[in-house]
């Protein structure tokens, strides 16, 4: 099936992977291989890689499979056979190269989107795996060097983009001034114990989308919500460090999180419109300090929205005019169902809702998701090319007469935006908060 | 001279001593301040905080027709008001602190006494066990560093986090960046760009990484956990590492009686309680943190998890039968050290666990209070968007709008409860003092 990945190898120029595999030796790949599989492989692993049968029923899922004209080296399938496969058959006795090639593959050409597990008969969750091909190469310190970078900030600061912890609260503070002049008695209430909702967002909020943060205390304020945010380190909830494998910093990011929320005495966390943190803080996070669960319970922006608008605590004064169409993220569809209430939030707050095709959790991944765009510039284009097929499915909605995208998710902003602007399609991309806050009822 | 735990409410661990000995302990409800003659007069009045005696309570206000905000305390405000003012703390020793900005310069004022100094940014009051030292964060031209009773570090930092403070207030740390590194520049990050400081001295060494850093007891030694390269984990205390690393750890802590230094770490996938760089509790378990010793230093205690999904507290390595599916927090000991009480939560509703025996559901509990002789816990808690406050498991007969962390008196015998009310009460602030046989029975 999959080509010869020497050729692939040798083109590598990613600081992270070609300054890593400068200290690699054969030994050290072999012993780091075989460490994680023997301490985390698990029954998991054993199962998945027994079961599957290779049958490559999963292709068909693949964005990147079928965004380079069905070519096998890019299936899942494919994927885990140039990675996972390779380093079990060798009981981890490959190469530099090699390893080289399985980093680009993992952290570049896999967006862990998670679409494959449900074209897999057995349901093998081949994200997984070529996550485990990511916690080897942190292991082996052969990460990609912008999403490693990334993995630093989150070790240092607690925030995914260097925030400083003034930088946190004066951002705050200066988007409560600047919504003030809108609603002068409107509140961003720092360090409120007791309040029954804890807002956190991600890192990019306070450094580029303000905005956002601005949008979301309007509609707290407007909904007479009772909330806080902090002004400690723990208000980020995104996690690059469970994409690069650094399992152990994902713990402590999670930690933090919610013991910020358990400090203030809330009742639940609302998070922003953002995926992945989804996933790191309803699934994986919590699960790796022995939450089974949230200890507090994590509500997504599209959840919330969606309860605001049917419980009448938001009413839209004039619905968006343009159609629209709705882009479901990965970790928000197929990590927790959440389609039919973006759609009724879509619906509520927009004249015309049309739909892409595939759609809900059939929908194609943005491209950027996984940690894939946070891997940076050295990656952007065959970012881009990888997911040709999303730029089909945009220009045939937007042939249908959509002109905005909604999309509920940060790294899908930055995914679409980089396919739109490279296929000239000439759409806008906005959140739920972006429509609600347009369209909704504000004091006068 | 009676001293007690009053827990401040800021975080776990951060236990304040307070001279409760001359508070009114009489019994009797006494009205302190209603706040519906301020928010007459205001219009905007924020959250309110109350003193640790009960006789202040203090929100920040804005003055009407102007777009200023100050201090209200028991319906006085501060003489000056502000373009902004934040984070109102009272002190141990019951003086109002807030960070106040004009013209975009901030300072911490006390009891509405502003610092000459100012600064581009504050925050994180600290104070001591007594009250009388106050120490804060700032920043100044992009540069880090912290103040100590209105004097700030001559040294200055690229970036400071974690300030920690010592028992008496006196001494300050912080995990700062000590090297300079480029945007995406992981190999230098890599070699160690973060160390720790104390009074702006900063540690020989560097280190990938520096969090949780905690002062001994009497605050001449400091401990931090810290990353040496991006696998390893261990302690150092004064700058000195641990012989041993780890896969990750948490919060280390100082031993009160014999210095030496613990931590939770984590090994081949299991957590475990570290003395000394040693495995020390003979047990593992799926997740171990906020380890805490008694007053004595005899018995350490900590939240765990002994499977997957499952929490509860061991005492000397020993776990309670009580487990909850959800999460275990706000643990305590008794002050002679022979109990343990904490807050557990299993599916969606709070407990207080008292040496593994639980009280009633509510919404939502605060950390529990031991009296003095250990006999009797008390906490706060929510029920139905009512507060009110618990004693061995016993409500009291009211509820209320609000309510603060109650405080029992230095013989034991009384406990002072700090509420606002509902009703025709609606809006009043009372402090009370009463017979904890009442409640008790």
Known sequence: MAESVKNAAAEITDAGIVGGAAKLTPEKIEKVINNVLKAEGGARLKTYVDICAHCGLCSEACHFYLSHDNDPKFSPAGKVKQTVWEIIKKKGRVDVEFIKRASEIASTECNLCRRCVMYCPFGIDIAYLLLTVRRICHKLGITPQYIQDTAHSHSATANQMWVKEDEWIDSLMWQEDEARAEIPDLRIPLEKEGADIFYSVIGPEPKFRAQLIYQAAVIMHVAGMNWTMPATPGWDNSDMCMFTGDFEMMARLKKIHFESA???????????????????????????????????????????????????????????????????????VRGRGLHEMG??????????????????????????????????????????????????????????????????????????????HHHKLDMNIKFLGDIIYETMEKPE | ??????????????????????????????????????????????????????????????????????MCENGVAWENAFD??????????????????????????????????????????????????????????????????????????????????????????????????????????????????????VWNNNFVNVWDIVFSSDGKRVAAGVRTNLYDYTVAIDGVVWEKTFASVWDPKFCPNDGSVTAPVRSSGKWFLAKDGQIFWDRKFEQLWHHMYSKDGNKIAAIVAPQFGRWTIAVDGKIWGATFGDMVTDAVFSPDGSRVACLGKENEKWTVAVDGNQWDEYDMAWQPVFSPDGKNVAAKVEKNGRYTIVINGKPIKEDFAAVWDPVFSPDSDKILIKTIETGQNENKYFRRVMPVADITG
């Open chain 2, 1 to 70: 001279m009676a001293w007690q735990k009053v827990y401040n409410g800021v975080a776990e661990g951060e236990i304040i001593m307070t001279d409760i000995s001359g508070w009114d302990w009489d019994s009797g409800k006494k009205l302190i301040s209603d706040i519906s003659d301020w928010k007459k007069i205001y219009h905007w009045v924020e959250e309110p905080y109350v003193s640790s005696d009960g006789e202040k309570i203090a929100a920040v206000i804005k003055l009407p027709d102007d777009e200023v905000f100050t």
């Open chain 1, 262 to 332: 358990a400090r203030l005495k809330v009742k639940k966390i609302v998070m922003g419109e953002c995926g992945h943190a989804f996933r790191s803080v309803h699934d994986v996070g919590n699960r790796a300090l022995s939450w089974k669960m949230p200890p507090i319970p994590v509500i997504h922006a599209i959840e919330f929205y969606y309860e605001l608008i049917r419980d009448g605590k938001i009413k839209i004064a004039k619905k968006f005019d343009k159609p629209v169409t709705f882009h479901d993220p990965c970790n928000t």
């Open chain 2, 84 to 201: 902004r003012v934040w984070y109102p703390r009272f002190s141990p020793d019951g003086r109002l602190t807030a960070f106040i900005s004009d013209t975009g310069e901030w300072a911490l004022a006390v009891d509405g006494e502003t610092a000459e100094d100012k600064y581009d940014f504050a925050w994180d009051t600290r104070f001591s066990n007594d009250g009388k030292n106050i120490v804060y964060m700032a920043q100044k031209e992009g540069k880090y560093f912290a103040v100590v009773n209105d004097v700030p570090w001559e040294k200055v930092f690229l970036n400071m986090t974690g300030l920690a403070v010592s028992n008496d207030g006196k001494r300050a740390a912080a995990s700062v960046q000590t090297v300079a590194f480029k945007e995406a520049d992981i190999v230098k990050f890599q070699e160690g760009c973060y160390s720790a400081v104390i009074d702006g001295v």
């Open chain 1, 343 to 420: 759609r009724y939030v879509a619906n509520a707050t927009c004249e015309t809702l049309i739909e892409m095709h595939p759609n809900r959790e059939h929908n194609y991944c943005c491209g950027a998701g996984g940690g894939v765009i946070n891997c940076g510039p050295p990656y952007k284009m065959s970012r881009i090319d990888g997911d040709k097929i999303k730029a089909e499915q945009l220009a045939a909605v937007k042939a249908k007469g959509a002109q905005t995208i909604i999309a509920p998710c940060h790294n899908c902003h930055g995914g679409l935006e980089d396919l739109i």
